[in-house]
């Protein structure tokens, strides 16, 4: 199993351009979040989503739209980007079922936007 | 408003000694609480978990203590190895909140060999 993974490791971007980070999980979890994590920040929820077909806002939500149209899969769009979504990203998925389960992360998008 | 703070963004500790990273929180909602470790460049992995029902859970050389009363929890390494090295975050979720976890900020532990 792969787990989650993520694409691409790293980007550039130029204020305004636009992109899209794919997160995939192979282990059929219900649930998909996407977190961007700043130094002195932690870790801030972007966007969830709790099944396929399904998304909700986070705690920092503005500037960013997601998609899940497949389960597996959870895209995170910047449509213009600014130099404030430079970060780091990580995507993680978690199973449902119970309350009480942990999230499993992958390793994380360097986003750069100059 | 940061619901889980994590206090000290840094802690060494020498080898085989103990390492205690604190994490507060101030929603009385949270009934449960995990700790994540993350290395340099990877993503954070699951380090141990407590429900509100309990007020310790140990897994080998890690234990984690629930203080409800204070909303504080902490998280003992004895004893600490340099791999132990790596930033240490505390998250908190509560059952009537769905599925999402509030995470801390972080603290940086260094164990010196």
């Known amino acids: 199993n792969a787990g989650v993974t993520q694409t691409p490791k790293f980007r550039v971007l130029k204020t305004g351009q636009s992109m899209t980070l794919l997160c995939a999980q192979d282990?059929?979890?219900?649930?998909m979040y996407w977190y961007r994590q700043d130094p002195g920040m932690g870790l801030r929820l972007i966007h969830y989503?709790?099944?396929?077909?399904?998304?909700a806002k986070g705690e920092v939500p503005d500037g960013y739209n997601v998609s899940r149209l497949k389960k597996q899969n959870f895209l995170l769009g910047l449509e213009s980007a600014a130099p404030s979504q430079t970060s780091v990203y990580f995507c993680?998925?978690?199973?449902?079922?119970?309350?009480?389960?942990?999230?499993?992360f992958g390793p994380g998008t360097r986003l750069t936007v100059l | 408003d940061q619901q889980v703070k994590q206090n000290s963004p840094s802690l060494s500790v020498q080898e085989g000694r103990i390492s205690i990273l604190n994490c507060d929180y101030t929603?009385?909602?949270?009934?449960?609480f995990l700790w994540y470790k993350k290395y340099p460049a990877e993503g954070p992995t699951f380090l141990i978990s407590?429900?509100?029902?309990?007020d310790k859970n140990e897994d080998g050389r890690f234990t984690v203590f629930l203080n409800k009363s204070a909303k504080h929890l902490s998280l003992h390494i004895v004893p600490s190895q340099p791999g132990d090295s790596a930033v240490y975050f505390c998250?908190?979720?509560?059952?009537?909140?769905?599925?999402?976890?509030?995470f801390g900020t972080g603290t940086r532990l260094k164990v010196l060999a």
């Open positions: 282990m059929n979890h219900e649930y």
């Open positions: 998250a908190a979720s509560a059952a009537s909140g769905t599925y999402k976890y509030i």
């Open positions: 407590i429900s509100s029902i309990k």
């Open positions: 993680a998925s978690r199973r449902s079922g119970g309350l009480y389960n942990e999230q499993f």
């Open positions: 989503s709790v099944g396929e077909g399904t998304t």
């Open positions: 929603n009385s909602m949270f009934d449960y």
